[in-house]
């Protein structure tokens, strides 16, 4: 048996529901497997792991998406477009859970002959459009890392990139809709060849395209795992490791050498923060279904074994939780980890009051520890210091505040001071 599009995505398509497909040819099996395939109640697990609670989920994330995105893409703010999209991206997979992955288990629970042909009539179209926003958020996550690193590391092409930000992100849509929109074309409603009766008389099944070597194998197989599942991990996991990395590196420098603080810099840092724990959130939550994607690429036969197709089960039912719960816990991170997203969001909820902005000061004990410039010019600051101070210096008291050497020493000590104020 095989499942719609792949069973290891974010949204998991357990076989035992309508999402399981049939082959009108297939041999048929004894009474008993006859039996159970035509009752498709889902156990109590199922019940209140993917009705109950990813259906709560999917609400809050639906929610909280919706808050983002009408903050994010409202607010005029550029360096936050990406997460605007992949909110609203995100609140579009919210919406489709229930229809899509809760009805598939309520529908059995409660036993409606009718509530089943209106699932089977919808499911096919929601399903692609489903996984295919799911790719574009993929996608998003990747080019809000992708120029994230570019600001990080001050690359060239960064302005290029910044001023193509549409265009980028329509060219992922569009890939998106190569690599998962064409799984319309592979789910049709059959008849049970069980000869079964009541919710499960009918069944999703797949077309005759499956069957077609370059496409079932080659394309749906191979190329959709890679490009959907296996490459965006790594790019992911390799441009989050450069960010760090870089971070680190900066912050190293910027001890060294005790330079005064910046408001901008510190929005850059902060954002950046912000999208490294995105991009976390999306690997932990994506590394079960890289490993049940591998399983079924080495062996698909044992997926639908007797002794693993619970635990494969159960592990599909995961990730499809895990990958909402990840949505709606966005808005909690957003405003946990960046202040700005924090008072846009009061702002919009009318629970907070209008942001002023502060002006940092470094104080003057501040300045004394963390003098400006190198090693070498602390030095030189300090006998100019001591040539202005002592009493055999040759510069004459009218045009000592006018000397080298006391531009110097004034610049040493208020560099701090015009610099962090904001």
């Known amino acids: 048996m095989d499942l719609v599009g792949n069973a290891s995505t974010s949204l998991g398509e357990p076989p035992d529901s309508g999402y399981l497909l049939v082959n009108s040819e297939m041999d048929m099996p004894s009474q008993e497997l006859i039996n159970a395939y035509c009752d498709l109640t889902p156990p109590d697990r199922r019940w209140y792991m993917v009705a109950v609670a990813g259906t709560s989920l999917s609400i809050i994330s639906l929610i909280s998406n919706l808050i983002i995105a009408r903050v994010l893409l409202s607010a005029k703010r550029g360096h936050f477009f990406f997460l605007g999209l992949l909110a609203l991206s995100d609140a579009f997979i919210s919406s489709m859970y229930g229809p899509v992955i809760a009805m598939d288990i309520i529908k059995e629970r409660l036993g409606y002959i009718w509530l089943t042909k209106i699932y089977l009539w919808y499911v096919g179209t929601m399903l692609a459009l489903c996984h295919t926003a799911m790719t574009f958020s993929c996608y998003l996550i990747i080019l809000g890392t992708l120029e994230r690193l570019l600001i990080t590391q001050k690359a060239a092409c960064l302005p290029s990139f910044r001023r193509h930000r549409g265009a980028w992100a329509a060219f992922m849509g569009g890939l998106a809709l190569i690599f998962k929109g064409t799984m319309y074309l592979e789910v049709t409603?059959?008849?049970?060849?069980?000869?079964?009766?009541?919710?499960?008389?009918?069944?999703?099944?797949?077309?005759?395209?499956?069957?077609?070597?370059?496409?079932?194998?080659?394309?749906?197989?191979?190329?959709?795992?890679?490009?959907?599942?296996?490459?965006?991990?790594?790019?992911?996991?390799?441009?989050?490791?450069?960010?760090?990395?870089?971070?680190?590196?900066?912050?190293?420098?910027?001890?060294?050498?005790r330079f005064a603080c910046s408001e901008h810099k510190r929005k850059v840092r902060s954002a950046t923060r912000l999208l490294v724990l995105?991009?976390?959130?999306?690997?932990?939550?994506?590394?079960?279904?890289?490993?049940?994607?591998?399983?079924?690429?080495?062996?698909?036969?044992?997926?639908?074994?007797?002794?693993y197709y619970e635990i494969y089960e159960m592990l599909t039912d995961i990730i499809s939780v895990l990958f909402i719960f990840t949505c709606a816990t966005r808005l909690f991170v957003y405003c946990s980890c960046n202040k700005e997203i924090r008072d846009m969001v009061l702002r919009y909820l009318g629970g907070g009051e209008k942001t002023v902005k502060k002006r940092y000061t470094v104080s003057t004990s501040q300045r004394t520890r963390l003098p400006s410039g190198t090693p070498f010019d602390r030095v030189a600051v300090a006998v100019a210091r001591r040539l202005m101070s002592g009493g055999g210096s040759e510069i004459p008291l009218k045009e000592e505040e006018h000397s080298p050497l006391h531009s110097v020493v004034y610049s040493n000590n208020y560099t701090s001071k015009d610099v962090c104020q904001i």
Request: with cysteine; aromatic share 18%.
């Open 189 to 257: 409603v059959l008849k049970n060849p069980y000869n079964c009766t009541g919710t499960a008389e009918y069944v999703a099944g797949m077309t005759q395209i499956v069957e077609n070597y370059f496409y079932g194998d080659i394309f749906k197989f191979y190329i959709r795992n890679l490009a959907t599942v296996f490459v965006p991990f790594l790019v992911l996991a390799y441009m989050n490791f450069q960010i760090v990395r870089t971070l680190q590196q900066q912050r190293h420098s910027a001890e060294m050498f």
């Open 278 to 307: 995105v991009v976390c959130g999306y690997l932990v939550a994506n590394t079960l279904n890289l490993f049940v994607t591998a399983w079924e690429y080495v062996d698909m036969e044992s997926t639908q074994s007797e002794d």
